[in-house]
């Protein structure tokens, strides 16, 4: 939870704004992109999921069962494929089944970075996903970002 707090202080005080995307929603479930920090041609992004109580998603190691998150950039306008920092998550144990999970919940912040072309104005990201109650779901959703060709 500190770690939480720590990221969402750097990336809102490395700018004094940030440009987002358009919210996913499922179930009341949010995804969405933003913008914490741009210079020149790299990027400094959060990719934000704010999930309703009881629902989850998965780190980039899950455990014995899910699937994390995978970002993929829609067209050829960057340099490097998307670096994700993922923070640490909630281990879950089932003991009615006998797996154990590592998920987060509630809200989580996957800090991204990319290296863009310099002329890049539009960024749009697909993002795959599990989504976690009683059952998975799959997902996918395409968020788009609109860039200024300013530093922030």
Same mark, same amino acid.
Request: charge should be negative; charged fraction near 25%.
């Given at each position: 939870?500190? %770690?939480?707090?720590?990221? !969402? *202080?750097?990336?809102?005080?490395? +700018?004094?704004? +940030? *440009?987002? +995307? =358009?919210?996913?929603?499922?179930?009341?479930?949010?995804?969405?992109?933003?913008?914490?920090?741009? @210079?020149?041609?790299? %990027?400094?992004?959060? %990719?934000?999921?704010? &999930?309703?109580?009881?629902?989850? #998603?998965?780190?980039?190691?899950?455990?014995?069962?899910?699937?994390?998150?995978?970002?993929?950039?829609?067209?050829?306008?960057?340099?490097?494929?998307?670096?994700?920092?993922?923070?640490?998550?909630?281990? /879950? $144990?089932?003991?009615?089944?006998? !797996?154990? +999970?590592?998920?987060? $919940?509630?809200?989580? *912040? &996957?800090?991204? =970075?990319?290296?863009?072309?310099?002329?890049? @104005?539009? !960024?749009? /990201?697909?993002?795959?996903?599990? #989504?976690?109650?009683? *059952?998975?779901?799959? &997902?996918?959703?395409?968020?788009?970002?609109?860039?200024?060709?300013?530093? $922030?």
């Amino acid at each position: 939870m500190k %770690l939480l707090h720590f990221l !969402l *202080i750097y990336f809102f005080t490395t +700018s004094g704004f +940030s *440009i987002e +995307s =358009d919210a996913y929603d499922f179930e009341g479930n949010k995804v969405r992109l933003f913008l914490a920090e741009k @210079k020149g041609d790299k %990027l400094k992004l959060g %990719l934000e999921f704010n &999930l309703v109580r009881g629902w989850k #998603i998965y780190w980039k190691h899950p455990g014995d069962s899910g699937l994390p998150p995978e970002i993929n950039v829609i067209g050829e306008n960057i340099k490097s494929t998307p670096t994700v920092r993922w923070p640490l998550p909630d281990e /879950l $144990y089932e003991e009615d089944i006998g !797996l154990t +999970s590592r998920v987060y $919940y509630d809200n989580v *912040i &996957l800090p991204v =970075d990319i290296n863009i072309n310099k002329y890049t @104005k539009n !960024l749009l /990201l697909n993002v795959d996903f599990q #989504i976690c109650k009683e *059952i998975c779901i799959p &997902l996918n959703t395409t968020l788009n970002l609109r860039l200024k060709n300013e530093n $922030y």
